[in-house]
Each structure stands twice: as C-alpha cells, then as structure tokens.
C-alpha cells in the first residue's frame, strides 16, 4: 500500500512536469526557467499537500527521485519540443495524466496519514490542481483549473473513487487504476465536447429598469 | 476565549468567501471555479498563519466547518449574484468585514500559541490580507491590498487592539469586537472618502535636468 | 557557523527588501503595499525553506530583526527613490545581491539542519529565488528567475560552492564570500552582456510541410 502511491506519485511527476515545461517552452523561457517551471508544476500540489498534513520535509524535496524525474520531463520537452507541440496541444493530455495520478496518490497519501475520508479526499483533489495552479499563477495566468472543462470537479471524483473504495475495504490497487481512469476520462472527454459547469447568470444588461444603476459594477475590488 | 476565535474565524471565512465568489463571478468562472477561489479567498490567510506557528493540519483543513461555510456562502453567491453585484460593488464592504473578522481572530489564535504582542500583530494582519491576496494573485491581478484605501493598515490597527487588550488584561470579547469596528470602520471610511496612503514621490519627468539620463528607467527587473 | 548565516540572512533581507520596495514604487503602490512588498521579497524565501525543513515558526517570523530590516529598506526606498531609480536600474543590482547573499544562507542553514548536499544546494537556490518570485508573482508578473540571464544558475553555483566546501571541511565563512562573489558576478555579468540560457527551438514556422497543421498551437492550456 506504501509502494503504489511512491509509483503513482513519480508517474503524476513526470507528466505534470512535462506539462510545465510545454507551458514553459510556449512562453519561451530559458532552458533554467522551464526546469523551474517543471518542477514547480509537478512538486507544488505534494508538496503543499505534505506541509499540510505535516508530513515535512516533504516527500519531494527529501527524495532524489521526484527532482530528477522532474528535470528529466523538462530536458526532454526543451530539447524535443516540436516532436511535442505539434498539432493538438498535449499539454492538455499530459496535464489530464498528472491530474488522474495525482488526485489518485494524494488521496492515498491523506488516508495513510489517517486523515477522514472528506479531507482525505480534497487533499487528493489539491494535490491534483496545485501543480498546475502554480504552474500557471508563475507564468501571471487565471489557473485552468478555475475555468476549465470539469477540471476539479475530475480530480475530486478520481480521489473519491479511492477513498470509497478505502472505506469499503476494497483492493487499493484497483481502486487506484479505476480513479485515475475516471479522472482522466472525464476530464479528456470534457476537453473533447466541451463539457462544462454553468457559469453564474450575471445579467450585466439587467440594469435597464427604471431606477436601477446603468454603469456595470467597478471592475476592480480595490 | 478558544470559542470566540472560533466562531469570528467562521464568520470571517463566511464573508471571505463571498468575496471571493464574486471575484470569481466577475471573472465568468464556472461552478467549480467559483467554489475553489471561494475556499482559497477564505482560508488561505487562516491556512498560512497555521503553518507558520507550526498547528498542522491546519484547522481549515482538519474541520469540516469551514469548509462548509465556505461552499455555502460559494453557492450563495453562484445562484443569486446579481441580487448582490446590483449597484454598489459589495465585495468591497464584504472585504472590509472578512478583513477586520481575521484581523480580529488571527491575532487572537496568534496570542493563543503564545507569540509575543508584534508578532501576534503582524500574523493577524496576515490572516487579514492573505486570502484576499490569495483570490488576485489567482486571478492574476496585483492584490487589492498592496494598492488599496488604508488595507493592511485596517487590518494592523484591528489586530493591535485585541493584542494591546490581552496584555492590559482587558476582556477579550470587548477587545474583538473593538478591534474589528475599528478595522471595518476604518477601511470602509477609506473607500467612502477615498483616504489613501502616500505614493513614492518618483518624478518620471526629473530626468530633463542637463546630464541626467532621458530614458525612463527599464520597466521590468529581467 | 551559526553566527554567519545570521548576518548573511540579515543582509540578503535588506537588500532584498530594497528590490521588493523599488518594484513597488514603479507600480505606484502605497506606503503600507511598499511595506507589505518589502518584507515578501525579503522573506518568502526564507520563510520557505524553514517551513520545508520544518524550522517552525520560521526565523522571519520569530526573530524581530528581519521585519525591522525590511520596513527600514522600504521605507529608505519610500522616502528616497529618486536617488535610486536614476540611471540604471538599481534593482537588478539589489537583487544580485540579494540572491547571492540568500543563496549562501539557505545552504548553510540547510547544512546545520542535516539535509543532504544536493537539497542544501537546492534550498540554497530556492531561499535565494523565492523572494524574487513572490515579488513578481505579487506584481502579476511572469518572475524574474524564469527568463531572466543566468538567474537561477548563479544561484545555484553559489550554493553549491558553499556545500562542496562544507563537505570538504574547507573554513565555511571564506566558502560563503568565495559563493556569493561567484553567484553575484555571475549575474551581474550575464546582465552586463546579456548571457542568457538557450531557449527551446520552437519553429512555428515548420507547419509548412504537407500534412501538418497551419494552425498555431493554442494559446492556452485550458
């Protein structure tokens, strides 16, 4: 039970770390910067994660293995780019993988440290979209995961799936492999058609009726 | 004394966490997306100030409450925004009560693990200002407090009462509710009249003088 | 030993704080967001690694000295910028300092505390590009160190040379100076000349060939 986390975690490393890197390579940040970048995208949801639940020094700075899986995805992705980028953008595939693994091994991680299956599950779910929330704040974007298509929503339900099954005493293992299929089904088939959760119903042309304010809301909260 | 923290941290965390969803209703977030910056615009500050004190898991994460009231008041504002974004913008004075409700409680649980008055100070100003720093900086903007009307120095104010009380020995209920007056009051004053703290005094246009450099100085660090 | 990466933390803290203060006044913030800036760029990297290491509450936090550093270099920023921002860009200078001086510290005390050499080096680089990050991230910046010539090489050259030399028992405080003067010239020289670091080769321009797509890739990952 200890061990398929370990592996999980450094498969989630590696395409989350390509993920970064592709980011990193599109911005067109040097070869140091898309080691950053690489790191940052694949370490951040675990490390945050394991200062959370107290688990320090963090897995991923006291193991070799995570930074030179990290540095591994981000030289492999400077120096084939192009073998990477082309046609449709695999960021979106790879960052669907590292969702699938992560939201699976974080939540695995939060039920070994005895955490309750709520909180063991939005720490698998945070360990999924931290990567990739800092990913993107480094490189002064919205993070995908606050727009995108069922992005959190896939991370919850693949940690879900694993703290179920935990719950009722089911093989770790395969409840592993079915939550980060699901994960990464719902999430790819969500980038396919679009799928998407509502957005709130401001109706900024509302304003019309008499007496009400005509100028929309400042945009700014400061 | 533990109780009243408790119970202004879930106020706080309550009407951060409408600040947040509508930042993220502003910025035509989905669902999820709301929700998400609706917990981090509530709890990061309390998060933070946990970590730094050494209370892991943080309370925010160990608790179901606050959670709950987080996605409550996400909710709140995801099926009823335009109640709210009508005319005056409300994550303003929402702001301003998240604000003074942390200020208040951070320094109180500061004081509770024993930091000294500055200290206890500063860590709850920072419960104050680190969610809604937090909810720009994912929202990629410059965060409100580092521009806006007398913030941070609300929330110090705030924080300093409680603490200055506790050393006089003075009662601790009176004290938080002094303390968050006087943070609400002062903030929300300062949006009212526009009071702002002094600018630099850099004149771009000195540069005419003979021998000085006419370029403006490079705009970024790298 | 102890003694020396006191005095290098306090150094590192006002001059980074004297950067995080110069980007403050070119984005017209306040004197409080000045402040609040200050003290990020100064501390986040420090308050970083001690909580990775598990040094907690961090030195940033418990130790007055690094907050009266911080409000002292902002506030000399505040009152005399004029005198600073002319001609060159004195923040790069500061910040070359800073990540030198950070550098050399985070490896040390990553030493004391018992880490192994190569996550002491990396601390060293993270405790000395951390500040920098913060700064930028909270100026909804792409940061520095992720473009920037030779940033976070000098920094990790410069922590190295402080652990190979730990690790050959060479005398600690010439192994800090001989770090930072080859981290700070590094960067100071790779400003001068514009070293910088290969960027990937991404020919958009490639999609000629038949069959390929003419599209560019999308902008964004989600």
Redesign the interface.
Same mark, same amino acid.
Not at 136 to 150: C, F, G, S
Not at 196 to 203: E, I, K, M, N, S
Not at 217 to 222: I, L, N
């Given at each position: 039970m200890e061990l398929l986390p370990y592996i999980l975690d450094l498969a989630g490393t590696f395409v989350f770390a390509l993920?970064g890197a592709m980011? @990193?390579?599109?911005? +067109?940040? /040097?070869? $140091?910067?898309?080691l950053?970048?690489s790191f940052a995208a694949a370490n951040t949801g675990g490390?945050t994660r394991d200062?959370?639940? @107290?688990a !320090? =020094? =963090?897995g991923a *700075?006291?193991d070799?293995h995570y930074?030179g899986v990290s540095l591994l995805a981000g030289l492999i992705? $400077?120096?084939f =780019?192009?073998a990477i980028?082309? +046609?449709?953008?695999p !960021?979106?595939v790879f960052?669907a993988a590292g969702l699938a693994l992560f939201a699976v091994s974080g939540a695995q991680k939060a039920l070994v440290y005895g955490?309750n299956p709520?909180?063991a599950t939005?720490?698998g779910m945070l360990t999924g *979209?931290g990567g @990739?929330?800092a990913r /993107? !704040?480094?490189?002064?974007? *919205?993070?995908?995961?606050?727009? #995108?298509?069922?992005?959190?929503?896939a991370a919850l339900a693949g940690a879900a799936i694993v703290v179920i099954a935990n719950m009722l005493q089911l093989p770790s293992p395969a409840a592993a492999l079915v939550g980060a299929a699901l994960c990464f089904g719902l999430r790819v088939m969500a980038i396919k058609y679009g799928w998407?959760?509502? !957005?709130?119903?401001? +109706?900024r042309r509302? @304003?019309r009726d008499p007496g009400?304010?005509p100028q929309p =809301?400042?945009? /700014? #909260?400061?």
């Open positions: 993920s980011a @990193g390579v599109k911005h +067109r940040l /040097d070869v $140091f910067g898309i950053v970048l490390i200062v959370l639940i @107290g !320090v =020094p =963090p *700075i006291n070799w930074l992705t $400077f120096y =780019p192009a980028t082309q +046609r449709w953008s !960021v979106l960052d955490l709520v909180m939005l720490l *979209i @990739g929330m /993107d !704040v480094l490189l002064a974007k *919205i993070p995908t995961v606050l727009r #995108a298509e069922l992005y959190a929503v998407r959760l509502p !957005v709130a119903a401001t +109706r509302r @304003g009400s304010n =809301p400042p945009e /700014d #909260a400061g």
